[in-house]
């Protein structure tokens, strides 16, 4: 293995051991979707570089850029891959994506079965593979995982609004 070769496995490691609260569906940094409050994530988060009272707050972080989706009412329909339609207050996180710094091989995490997984792929050319037992969605291009979303897993089904709605691609 080369100097350079060395550093990239390096860098690689430390990423995915950063990343392991979000590849292990535990909540990440704290933040539970469905769970956790606007008021809690800017207290693990601090001040968004955007943001205010809107359904998006936008941070920079070591492992990438970060949206935090919060709902803007209960039982609110239409929002981006199911995230919306379900029972919880206003300024509830929904999900958190993260658009990777550092991408990620996809073979790295070594997913099981990931061809069930596969959801679509869009015209920009990412698939985008979902576990929602779990409540993850990774982004994919080229077999590098370039972003990872943590959003309600099967068991939060309880406090879905409606049954039975389509998922929105975005």
């Known amino acids: 293995m080369t100097g350079v070769n060395k550093s990239k496995f390096v860098v690689l490691a430390g990423l ?3 990343l392991t609260d979000v590849v292990a569906a535990k909540p990440w940094r704290g933040i539970v979707p469905l769970r956790s409050t606007r008021s809690e994530v800017r ?3 601090g001040k968004p570089i955007i943001g205010g009272t809107g359904v998006i707050d936008l941070y920079e972080t070591k492992e990438g850029r970060v949206h935090v989706m919060y709902a803007r009412s209960p039982c609110e329909e239409g929002l981006p891959a199911d995230w919306g339609n379900w029972r919880v207050k206003r300024d509830t996180v929904v ?3 993260i658009q990777l710094h550092d991408e990620i091989p996809l073979k ?3 997913i099981r079965n990931l061809k069930k997984y596969k959801w679509y792929t869009g015209d920009s050319g990412a698939t985008y593979y979902r576990d929602p037992f779990r409540g993850l969605e990774y982004q994919v291009q080229e077999g590098m995982v370039t ?3 943590y ?3 099967a068991k939060d089904r309880a406090l879905r609004c409606k049954k039975n709605l389509p998922l929105i691609r975005y």
């Open 147 to 149: 972003a990872i979303t």
């Open 151 to 153: 959003g309600p897993r």
């Open 95 to 97: 999900n958190v994506s």
């Open 16 to 18: 995915l051991i950063a």
């Open 108 to 110: 790295a995490l070594r």
């Open 43 to 45: 207290k693990l988060l």
